[in-house]
């Protein structure tokens, strides 16, 4: 069957999404499914990624999309993909709102993110009005803005602090998370102070780029201030370890067996 069958109407025009391997690999729900029903499910994932709105699972109508609507898009039977889809239903992978929506909420987090940065782009990062509003006079009486106040969104100091970066860290997913963190501690009023700086750039290096964009992104969803391990709560809880996202899936399964004190 041909691919052509899928449609999008992408409200952000992007082709891509971020896929954050951790969560895949450390997601209980998806450790007690068959293979069929995860292949279902990152499709259903790619779909949401070109919903109307995006993290949503939509058709271009803007409608909840149900089974037959899904298979047309990725070219499967629905009889097929029914009972698949139902394996995840029961083991609790898609999240459903009050509109009888499935959503990703990594996804929206992201879209929400994106849309905070474009937004900043279109301001130019620094709004300018007049010479004097922005910049200082000097000894001739002249307004020069090479000075510019400390407290502004400056993107030539984020710059300056980016390239300051420890040669370990110098790759561009790292630069760019570094980069949204720094402007995401300045949005919520809370800039990093040079010393705070130096601190977290050091905590960073030693876990190696991959896993410091993922620590930044995991506080910048949660509106967290500060760096923590992934998975690792602000006030206290553990990590998940390598170890636990390999965990044979009857773990799994009896561990949310007993939870659910079934």
Not at 9 to 34: H, I, M, N
Not at 74 to 82: D, T, V
Not at 174 to 201: N, V
Request: glycine share 8%.
């Amino acid at each position: 069957m041909s691919g052509n069958t899928v449609s999008s109407t992408r409200e952000d025009g992007r082709p891509a999404f971020l896929f954050y391997t951790q969560d895949w690999l450390c997601e209980p729900t998806l450790k007690v499914v068959s293979m069929g029903a995860k292949g279902l499910w990152i499709d259903v994932l790619c779909l949401m990624s070109r919903s109307p709105i995006k993290g949503y699972l939509l058709t271009p109508a803007g409608e909840p999309a149900d089974i037959e609507w899904i298979g047309k898009q990725i070219g499967r039977p629905s009889a097929e993909i029914k009972p698949l889809w139902e394996e995840l239903l029961r083991a609790g992978t898609p999240r459903i709102d009050s509109k009888n929506r499935v959503f990703s909420k990594r996804m929206i987090a992201d879209k929400t993110l994106t849309e905070k940065r474009s937004e900043a782009g279109r301001l130019g990062g620094r709004p300018k009005s007049n010479d004097k509003a922005n910049g200082k006079q000097n000894g001739n009486g002249e307004t020069s803005l090479d000075n510019d106040n400390d407290n502004d969104s400056d993107t030539d100091h984020d710059n300056d602090k980016k390239d300051a970066l420890p040669e370990a860290l110098r790759t561009d997913s790292f630069r760019a998370a570094w980069s949204d963190w720094l402007k995401y501690r300045k949005e919520t009023r809370h800039a990093l102070t040079p010393s705070t700086i130096a601190r977290q750039l050091k905590k960073l290096e030693k876990v190696g780029p991959a896993v410091a964009a993922a620590m930044i992104a995991q506080s910048i969803e949660h509106g967290w201030r500060g760096l923590f391990d992934v998975d690792e709560t602000p006030r206290g809880g553990t990590a998940k370890s390598a170890s636990d996202c390999l965990r044979p899936a009857a773990e799994v399964l009896e561990e949310m067996r007993r939870a659910g004190g079934e």
